[in-house]
């Protein structure tokens, strides 16, 4: 705790009182703040988390699909059957505001050219058929979860900041504020005192000539 080097004087002390006020106020809304974005990281962090588990297991089975119809067919036949895909792809990203934070959000579009798959089915084997399929209701899915990591970790980002900023106001200055509010009081009392001994000085002597 430090006090602030100020003059004083009762504009001073009038001037600190605002100030405290200000902060204090200041304080409390950052406070509430922090708190709703850690109560919406936490919810964040549990979706993310059990989204992240469930895609994990399809990711690996989508990758036994592809590795099992690799396995069942030439490498010629392979490159020949995805070498011209059917779909196109786009991601588009827009923000939205959550609490003064411009999170990403992702939305995929998909623009298709005819059949879903991208060869004719005489070509393939069945598993590649349903790695295609599998495929293609992950990346949705696996877009979600890119956009929740992302919005988790600029809230964690925003958390600390947030966090820091409460703790510098509730430690350093609203304390050195009220100490420098309690010295200048103390001065102004103090010269008061000493104003009103100098006056019954005066008087008595005063009183003295007049006797």
């Known amino acids: 705790m430090a006090r602030i080097n100020v003059n004083p004087t009762r504009m001073e002390l009038k ?8 902060a204090q106020r200041g304080h409390k809304l950052l406070k509430d703040k922090t708190d709703e974005m850690i109560r919406r990281f936490s919810a964040l962090v549990r979706e993310t988390a059990r989204l992240r588990r469930a895609l994990d297991g399809e990711v690996v089975r989508v990758l036994k699909q592809f590795s099992l119809a690799r396995g069942t067919m030439s490498k010629k036949q392979i490159a020949l059957a995805f070498s011209m895909p059917a779909a196109s792809l786009e991601v588009d990203c827009t923000t939205v505001n959550v609490l003064n934070i411009a999170i990403p959000k992702l939305r995929l579009e998909e ?3 005819g059949e879903i ?6 070509e393939v084997t069945s598993e590649a058929d349903r790695a295609v399929a599998d495929a293609g209701t992950l990346l949705a899915r696996l877009l979600r979860l890119a956009e929740l990591e992302k919005a988790t970790a600029m809230l964690s980002g925003e ?29 102004l009392e103090e010269n008061e005192r000493g104003s009103l001994t100098r006056l019954m000085k005066v008087k008595s002597m005063l009183e003295e000539r007049g006797s």
């Open 111 to 113: 623009g298709q050219g």
């Open 15 to 22: 001037k600190l009182k605002a100030r405290l006020k200000t």
């Open 117 to 122: 798959y991208p060869y004719s089915f005489a």
């Open 159 to 187: 958390i600390e900041r947030s966090k820091r900023r409460v703790n510098a106001l509730e430690y350093v200055m609203i304390p050195d504020i009220e100490e420098t509010i309690r010295y200048i009081s103390q001065k």
